[in-house]
Every structure is written in structure tokens, then in C-alpha cells.
């Protein structure tokens, strides 16, 4: 993955987020991580609860894409890592990641 300094995915965007926000009402949670004031990855995440399926974190709600997004495969893996801990903390029952290539 490349230059992720520039947002390239819709689903990244402060609007969509924004939407799932405030329209949805969703809470949001997005992982940075930074080098030398550069964001060098990003992984929004949409805190969902439902009667169904209970609480789940997912890399976007509503989208077929939109999960890990990073400089290399070190910085989406630590974004990763960070996704599981936030799970974690929330005690939710799925982490469901929708990044289209895979990250070793």
C-alpha cells in the first residue's frame, strides 16, 4: 500500500465517517499511526451493536472495502494489533477487517 499521506478510499473520508457518525449513529474509532508528523496508516473502525449479532467492531459498515490502510505491511500490522487490543477493551464479539489485500 502505498503514499498514505493521501486518503484514496471513500470509506477513509471524515464525510463517511461522519455519516456513520451521526446518521447512523455509530461510534467511531480511528487508528492512526504517524512517523515524523506523517500518517503513514489509518484503520477506521464503526463500533455496531444490534439485537442479533451483539457488538462487533467493522472496517466500514456498509462497504465491501475499506479496512487496513498503511505505508507497508509493519505499519498495517501494528494497526492490526491496535484493532485487536480495541476489541478487547470493548468486550465486542467480531472484529471484522475489510482490507483487500492480505497483510502478513
Not at 455509530?26 to 484503520?43: F, M, N, W
Not at 509493519?74 to 477487517?97: G, P, T
Amino acid at each position: 500500500m502505498q503514499d498514505a499521506s493521501i486518503v484514496r478510499l471513500a470509506g477513509h473520508h471524515p464525510a463517511w465517517l461522519n455519516a456513520l457518525m451521526q446518521g447512523l449513529g455509530h461510534q467511531i474509532h480511528v487508528l492512526k499511526a504517524t512517523e515524523s508528523q506523517s500518517c503513514v496508516g489509518v484503520l477506521p473502525l464503526a463500533f455496531v451493536r444490534g439485537p442479533i449479532f451483539g457488538k462487533f467492531l467493522v472496517s466500514l459498515p456498509y462497504l465491501n472495502t475499506g479496512g487496513v490502510w498503511a505505508r507497508d505491511d509493519q505499519v498495517a500490522r501494528q494497526l492490526i494489533d491496535a484493532a485487536c487490543d480495541l476489541a478487547d477493551k470493548l468486550d465486542v464479539k467480531h472484529l471484522e477487517l475489510r482490507h483487500e489485500q492480505p497483510v502478513d
